[in-house]
């Protein structure tokens, strides 16, 4: 179901439209599944690209446009997945930025880029956590690396 962006979203700005948000998505989780790292982590557990690719959809569409489309909980699925490691984190996030940059406008890239690695570092500590490697565990930063 589509909803109109929130007046204040932060995409707007960047020209960010639910049409760029599919295809950044689905762009990103096609290489997601070809990657030999990731793939078999995704593959092995969603069975249901279609599905699986919506949500997302509207997981994002709700970050980057206030939507209020995804109506999920992100965290103990990630909980769940006991081989998931910060190198995993590492990786997601360097095909993501990659993605983002050929597929979206500069500025729009950007926006997306910011959110995956803030929602990245949010999730690897809530697992670090979970696991009790915390609380005096600090989440790296998962910054793109200086060029």
């Known amino acids: 179901?589509?909803?109109e962006p929130h007046p204040k979203a932060p995409?707007?700005?960047v020209g960010i439209t639910e049409p760029m948000i599919h295809d950044l998505v689905h762009s990103f989780y096609a290489e997601v599944r070809r990657d030999p790292v990731l793939g078999p982590i995704f593959n092995t557990r969603v069975h249901d690209w279609t599905e699986h690719l919506d949500k997302l959809c509207a997981f994002w569409s709700s970050v980057v446009l206030m939507t209020g489309r995804f109506k999920?909980?992100?965290m103990p699925v990630h909980i769940a997945i006991s081989e998931i490691e910060q190198a995993h984190f590492e990786r997601?996030?360097?095909?993501?930025?990659?993605?983002?940059?050929?597929?979206c406008p500069a500025a729009a890239a950007?926006?997306?880029i910011d959110r995956a690695e803030r929602i990245a570092e949010s999730l690897f500590l809530g697992i670090c956590l979970h696991r009790g490697e915390g609380p005096g565990f600090?989440?790296?930063k998962f910054t793109a690396p200086a060029s």
């Open 1 to 3: 179901m589509m909803r």
């Open 11 to 13: 995409g707007l700005p």
């Open 72 to 74: 999920g909980r992100p």
């Open 92 to 103: 997601w996030l360097g095909l993501f930025r990659a993605t983002a940059r050929r597929v």
């Open 110 to 112: 950007d926006l997306f």
């Open 138 to 140: 600090a989440a790296p």
